[in-house]
């Protein structure tokens, strides 16, 4: 007798999409499935062993290079696999959810890559995870333009040896996809957006001169990387293309992966590109990880702790002096501002420091850096332009000089600045405004001038519930208290109402988003991530 056929993906609880039909083939839902079976067991296991690492750093209060991967880091003689030809020359990049307009604005933007996000920039409603490969693939046939409805402005790519190449940002490894389930067990949403996207366009992009290449964020240690790889190789070997063909940049935006960089490109090796530096959500990772670590661990307002702070500088030091040792690209932060359309002195003052930041970074040995704005492309463009010229990177700068030790990376009591009550505020206000939106399917949303996305809020409301559970005095000496959190939330959703109307109010998720910011910020019991109790709520 034959064994049975193995189960098949379930859309479970989702509206049918216009195209769907395109994405959710029966070939790529099989190969999605063959994906669960075969790896979203370690994921388990991976997950688990995050939780025991989360309990002895509280035991502790410290982290150190790993003693048993310490002949990985000894030895020279291993390099990433080189740098295919799409990926050689990064120095701007632009990062962006996948919506239609934001598709065909990234690619046409004058960067020379784009971060298309199914991550942190995009809310994963069914629509977004689903209509996002849609417009990827009909990106890559040519058969995308876009109409504001709004404006009527139309939009429609240029030519192609114009357009920035796509490296895709899957969800983090904690998400799963309700909406798609094996015998009752979701799928987790990494392997959902990598699942779909590698297997309709792995071979597309070949036959265009590129490949399918990845972003991988939220990691946390080199296990973590260890079974992205032997996904890449199964995935490879299961469509029947040339082992090494995919390549991943590793996010290094967890503290714990700052301490295993090395070994993690070490685990990619065969598919590697480099590494990123990711600010935001690397405070939030400290927050988490050290909140009951006492006042030394207590971070100041988020906007004080810029990238010259001695850890933060510590941090993005390791990371150029280790991806260009191993012959890796190094890729720096997020230039997050967004240019007024009615100010021009706030445009003056902020291009001033994205300029100072991405001189910085380029002079600091980066091969390249981030923005979210295509008018920020030119100024970022023209600080690589200037250390690099006609060179494709500077994989050649080793900056031996830099010597971190496992201490630098966490002094955080080098910092002079302390939590401030207007701190507080932007904090809460930030935090607001971003989960409304968010609730209402939107990952990227401009608040006062900043394109912010999920690891905003999720910095955000980790200091509120750090500087309450340190007991934190302000300079208007108010302590950090849960009763003074909720009036400030109470004064902020008010003004909310009195600046939007009523009848804007209502329409919106305004209530939602503010309890919510409360829950995550005041239970004593920590959730790992905001956006698994708002995904509960996500419809």
């Not at 366009?201 to 070949?206: D, H, S, Y």
Request: net charge negative; hydrophobic share 45%.
């Amino acid at each position: 007798m034959s064994a049975p056929a193995p189960s098949t993906l379930a859309i479970v609880d989702a509206e049918p999409l216009p195209r769907q039909e395109e994405v959710l083939t029966d070939a790529a839902l099989a190969f999605v499935a063959e994906l669960h079976r075969q790896f979203t067991p370690r994921r388990n296991e991976l997950l688990a062993r995050r939780t025991e690492r989360r309990a002895e750093i509280a035991r502790t209060s410290t982290l150190d290079f790993l003693p048993e991967t310490a002949a990985v880091r000894a030895d020279d003689s291993w390099k990433v696999a080189p740098a295919p030809a799409a990926l050689n020359d990064r120095r701007v990049e632009i990062t962006g959810p996948t919506d239609r307009k934001m598709t065909i604005n990234a690619l046409n933007s004058g960067a020379r890559i784009w971060l298309a996000d199914f991550e942190d920039a995009s809310a994963p409603t069914w629509e977004n995870v689903i209509l996002g490969q849609l417009n990827l693939t009909d990106a890559y046939e040519r058969r995308i333009d876009f109409t504001d409805p709004t404006s009527g402005k139309s939009y429609a790519l240029k030519p192609a040896d114009e357009l920035a190449t796509v490296v895709t940002r899957p969800r983090g490894w904690h998400l799963d996809e309700r909406h798609l389930q094996l015998d009752g067990t979701p799928v987790p949403g990494a392997l959902v957006d990598f699942g779909l996207y590698f297997f309709h366009n792995a071979q597309r992009l070949i036959d265009l001169g590129k490949g399918p290449y990845f972003y991988l964020p939220k990691t946390e240690s080199h296990l973590e990387a260890r079974l992205w790889n032997d996904i890449f190789v199964f995935a490879q070997e299961y469509v029947g293309i040339p082992q090494g063909t995919v390549r991943a940049t590793v996010l290094i935006e967890t503290i714990t992966a700052a301490y295993e960089m090395e070994e993690i490109l070490y685990e990619l090796r065969d598919h590697a590109s480099g590494l990123n530096a990711g600010r935001w959500d690397y405070l939030f990772s400290i927050v988490k990880n050290f909140r009951d670590g006492g006042a030394k661990f207590v971070l100041p307002d988020r906007n004080a702790v810029t990238m010259t702070a001695p850890f933060m500088r510590a941090y993005t030091e390791l990371l150029v002096r280790t991806c260009h040792k191993r012959g890796a690209h190094a890729i720096g932060g997020m230039a997050a501002f967004i240019p007024s359309r009615r100010d021009a002195e706030v445009n003056k003052v902020a291009f001033e420091k994205v300029k100072a930041d991405k001189d910085r970074e380029a002079n600091d040995g980066f091969d390249g850096s981030w923005v979210a704005h295509p008018d920020l492309v030119p100024i970022a463009l023209a600080s690589f332009d200037a250390v690099l010229g006609e060179k494709p990177n500077q994989k050649d700068r080793l900056r031996e000089d830099v010597s971190v030790a496992a201490g630098d990376l966490i002094a955080i009591d080098t910092l002079d600045a302390k939590p401030t009550y207007e701190g507080l505020r932007n904090a809460v206000a930030v935090g607001i405004r971003y989960i409304e939106a968010w609730l209402r399917g939107l990952g990227a949303v401009a608040i006062f001038n900043l394109m912010e996305d999920a690891a905003t809020a999720e910095i955000s409301r980790s200091q509120i519930w750090q500087w309450i559970n340190a007991d934190v005095v302000f300079e208007n000496g108010e302590h950090a208290t849960a009763d003074l959190a909720r009036k400030v939330a109470a004064e902020e959703l008010a003004a909310i109402r009195e600046e939007i109307g009523e009848e804007t109010f209502t329409a919106g998720k305004w209530q939602q988003a503010h309890d919510l910011l409360l829950q995550v910020s005041l239970d004593q019991d920590y959730a790992d991530f905001l956006t698994l109790p708002a995904y509960e709520q996500l419809r």
